[in-house]
């Protein structure tokens, strides 16, 4: 299995930038198709942004975007999400989860149930 870990979370006013991190390792982190999803408080978790294996392939939740990008490193196990332009919605625990996948599937998964493995979450703030 892999194991998750996200950081880069904080404290911005709106209009100000983040760079989540999600931190992979384990098994081979270039077999997996991998997701951002968020929390806020009292709601249900939502998807946020999706990306392939390869990297050639992403999916984003329409609120955000053109506001966020997914990317992934996998010569560093990594998978980032740029948020530009936060709004106080965007407030929330954001979550990065891990789906195995074989080299010849390409897909992006948007469903929480997609997905096998889950970090823990880091809090993300907008506010003035």
């Known amino acids: 299995q892999v194991q998750l870990v996200e950081s880069g979370g904080g404290l911005v006013q709106p209009g100000g930038s983040l760079r989540l991190s999600c931190a992979a390792s384990g098994r081979t982190f270039s077999n997996y198709a991998m997701g951002w999803f968020r929390q806020a408080s009292g709601k249900e978790r939502e998807f946020v942004a999706a990306i392939s294996w390869t990297g050639g392939s992403t999916y984003y939740e329409d609120s955000v975007k053109g506001r966020f990008t997914i990317s992934r490193d996998n010569s560093k196990n990594t998978v980032y999400l740029q948020m530009n332009s936060l709004k106080p919605e965007d407030t929330a625990v954001y979550y990065c989860?891990?789906?195995?996948?074989?080299?010849?599937?390409?897909?992006?998964?948007?469903?929480?149930?997609?997905?096998?493995?889950w970090g823990q979450g880091t809090q993300v703030t907008v506010s003035s």
């Open positions: 989860a891990g789906r195995p996948v074989t080299p010849y599937d390409r897909r992006v998964f948007s469903g929480g149930y997609d997905y096998n493995y």
